[in-house]
């Protein structure tokens, strides 16, 4: 293999491609080092970090490199893994990385107390976890692509499983690897369907391949199925709230913030990049099962009481807004408005990388709380922000991000979005051009229940009172904990700070896959994606606004009157005894979400006796989609089954009867 | 340039000093129309002056983030006042944030009162937090919405330029904003707290919302989220006009239309505080939970004023 | 926009038009209704005026008189006179709760603008777009006489759909012949008050006006 890497000066893909051996020398370099755990936190650990970072500048190069390519001699024979970096995936790759770097140096403190055995295989599997991943975004021909693809979904379905001992983990971990190998047949079956009967599994012969409508749409549409299974689209989305929680946080943060956005990529390197046509009404519905998942996806996150589950909806929330702007880009690419789709595909991109940054902060945060407390339910929870006030503050940041606030990331890929959907009126069709401020409705809908759910999340978890004693026990996160939160913080702060610059830089992707690029109208302080007449933003004078007032009120204030402070008890309207059961629990802060949307949901409930002395509430809202959709084939298929298990006598003889059988209708029928 | 930043600084200093006046005006219109004696039209700024005075009293478990939210919430409102035209149209801080960015401001003072709300941990303050939210998650959308119908007519979301479309261009009506002027008087109630959704004159455990929030706030603290509290009043009232009744205000480069200016946006707030106090005397105060209906419908209202502009107006 | 002012105020008319259905669908009392039923037709005998006094049709003046009389100023009257006398001005709830019934309202307008999309592009007078919002008119006040319980506001839903139909001919016909619409006025009158009359029969047998009492009279 090493061979095949010339001497000077590398490619950008073969660089790539030697991290991608580098973690898997890392992964398997684990096992001999379980006698040792520090080594495994100070090593491995650190190490798998650097080769993000690599990662992350390989795909800056490649972002303003032309495309390199590659072809390794492993896999079968004559069908060797071609490889190739275009912008599409470099930019993929600097996600990636930038995300897996802050994980990867928090998992270097965070896994410092687990038993050393299980902790070299996370390790393993980590490490092949990114790897595979990267290797997605490298891949160039399908079957490339569909083993790494695996590596990705296996390895993924092992760090789930890590605390196999327990059977709600075991049952999570094997919906997640059902749905995720019904997603990966209709890949399959979509390649095939781009192949088209060549012989040639490689993209270029894809690319070059003529694609009649009608099989476009067949495989547009089984794509669609099976990034969408990977995803977390409604409906395919029931495994991504088992499936997260179940994980260990950093390898949370990882599935929720990169390997999500993987089926992203895919998505958009099979509508924009091998199919040769693209039709008109793919956007549309990609259009609506991206809005119809992200409310679903935000109303479910409200009504959560696990903090993790309720980071997972928010994912599927967050999830459905890319998809809904991958559908606009559709719309418009098919319409000819190539300067409209590419301010759409931009905010797309923009809001995958902000969702990779923020979506891993607070995964990670959860993760320190877990450490902290040993505790993921919200209603045991409450106070932390006085015992960990770094975690804290780093979570603040990201949640503010996810809630769309400017000055942060998530405000300037909202904000892109919603621009684009003002630009409508220019479409040919006057059907869109009705159904889509409906659909703008529904986005600034979803925005808004976002920072409903982040109010919930942040407020119940961090402040208030201990709903428990043994939260004042509760320390701060290490440094390398520490660390990590802040390099994803500070992603989330910079994101928002420049989005000029980012624009600026995202321009090759965009290019590639619209033929146009966004020209920004005016400085590097001042968005304006279209012209400055028509809409402007400028965070860095947004910010410095807000801080100036801020710091003169603050120093008018003192100057003029005084700093004096007496601390009391919370008055609270004068009532008597207050103490921390008081506060509203995560399910009294949803309960308003769950009494308005309360027919998508199966509400289970166990209210105390009004004499109990020690009273306990418990609710519970659940999919109804999954009591309506999932069980109904989950029975058909075990009757199926069990009409099967007829067959199964236990003698030899019948099943060679039966080998023989089918052995003579093949034949009769391949006469 | 330098005359666009100087009246910049001037009409935003004029919004956060006159703000509490605008307060004082409702409260002693509403006072006359419910047949009680009111209270001097300077009565808000007395009250600021008596709370900045005072010592601060804070619960023991308030962690910084609580003394922290005032100064924010202030500064929040303060930038909101600044981008939205109320003298003249010139504003060179406006390109820093667009409508949609004015939703994000309000949106981040909200979220900063919220969480300071459940910050000391009591029973009412994570009641009012909740409360809040609801009310937002409705009326922001909403608020958007309405925004984005006046973006449509003006093909812009810069407020300067919609207001120059709206009053300088040629007259022309435009039935989309009927139903983004109704949508907007709802979503300003809701907002500011008033009647019918929120009564800011109780502290009744069943029905207050912006109330149970800063129920722990004292002092100078809570003087400057009343300060807050009246500069978005006078912020929302200023939209209101800027997007509904933009005659007069002036435009590009007209300096001398500033002292008209000056009269009609006064006159525009005494009859728009009167209007509002008006409605509040002769509205009741809906159930809490009839409220996300309220909001809906503000919500669906909005969305057919942008529905409306692309059947009638395109 | 190069229509003329005079146009222009019909576009608005028309709005407002919708915006009282609107409205309409979620009021929940009774005398709102009517109030906001008398408000629809002084905006339709309005619009009406103002077509006629720009096209120059005459019997269009007798119809916004008639639209005046009738609809503004007796019908209201004498549904107050009937509320106040059966006493039945309470708060009632709808089948469907509220802003559902107006996310369907808003697919319908949808669907009637798409509807009337070819229908007013064929017929080429300047107003249009109108046609479709007299069609969502009709469309949404079926809708309000689909989720209400109680009888007055059936009877409000549909002379509501026919200030749609109505407005729809104004609007891009410039009205009926006079003798149709002194017909329809006639009938609509008599409508009324044999609703009326039902009105105090049902009364009597079931002492209220819910509907649902209606439905012990299938047969078994």
Redesign the interface.
Known sequence: MIATLPVLPPDPVQWAWGLVLFWLALGFSALPLQRSPRALGRLVFPAGALGALGIAGVGMAGMVLPASTAILPIGLPDLPFHLRLDALSAFFMVLLGGAAFGVSVYASGYFRSMAPGPLALLALWYHLFLAGMVTVLLADDAYAFMVAWEVMALSSYFLVTTDHKIPAIRSAGFLYLLIAHVGAVALLLAFGVLHGGHGDYTFDAMRLAQTPPFWASVAFLLALFGFGAKAGLVPMHVWLPEAHPAAPSPVSALMSGVMLKTAIYGLLRVSFDLLDVQVAWWGTLALALGLVTALYGVIFAAVQSDMKRLLAWSSIENIGIIVAAFGLTLIFATDGKGALAALTLTALLYHALNHAFFKGLLFIGTGSVLHATGVRHMGHLGGLMRFMPWTAWLVLIGALAIAGLPPLNGFVSEWLLLQAFLLTPGLTQPYLNMVIPVAAATVALAAALAAYVMVKFFGVVFLGQPRDPALLEAHEAGWPERLGMLWLAAGCVLLGLFPALVIGWLAPVVQLLTGETLVNDASWLLLAPVSSERASYAPLIFFAVVLTVLLLTILWVRRVYHGRVRRSAPWDCGYPEQDARMQDSAEGFGQPIRQIFEVFMKVERETPDPFSRTPRYRGASLDKLWFLLYEPIARVAGWLSDQAARLQHGRIQWYLIYSFATLIVLLVFTR | MQAGILLQLAQTLLAILLAPLLMGWVNQCRAWLQGRSAPPITQPYRTLRKL??K???????A?P?FRFAP??I???M??AA?IVPTLANDLP?S????V??LV??F??A??FL??AA??????????G???E??V???A??AL??VF?TA??IS????LP?IVDTLAHQEF??Y??L??AA?AFWMISVAENARIPVDNPAT?L?LTMIHEAMI??YSA?HLA?IEWAVALKLFTYSALGIALFLPWGIAGQGELGMLPLALVAMAGKLLLGGAVLAFLETVSAKVRL?RA??FL??A??????G???H????? | MTLTYHLQIVNLLAALLLLISFAMLSQRRIAGLITLFAWQGAALAASTLLVAWSTGQHHLYYSAAITLVLKVIAMPWYFFHIVRKLDVDRDVEPMINIPTTMLIGIVLVIFAFNLALPISELSGTVMRSTLGIALATVLLAFLMMITRRKAIPQVIGFLAMENGLFFAATSTSYGMPLVVELGVALDVMVAVFVLSIFFFQIRETFDSLDLKHMEKLKEK
């Open positions: 900045f005075h010592d601060a009293v804070i619960a023991h478990t962690s983030l100064y924010m202030f500064a929040c303060a930038l600044g801080f390109p820093a944030a667009d949609i960015a994000g401001i949106a981040l909200r979220v919220a969480l459940m910050d000391i941990g009591t029973s009412f303050g994570t009641l937090a909740r409360r939210m609801l937002s998650f409705l922001e959308p958007l919405m984005f973006s449509l093909q812009s979301t810069e330029v022309a009506i039935p989309s009927a139903f109704v502290h455990e129920l722990e100078r400057l939970f996300p209906e809906g419908t919500f669906l209202l909005a969305v057919l942008m529905l409306i692309f059947l009638l107006e395109v």
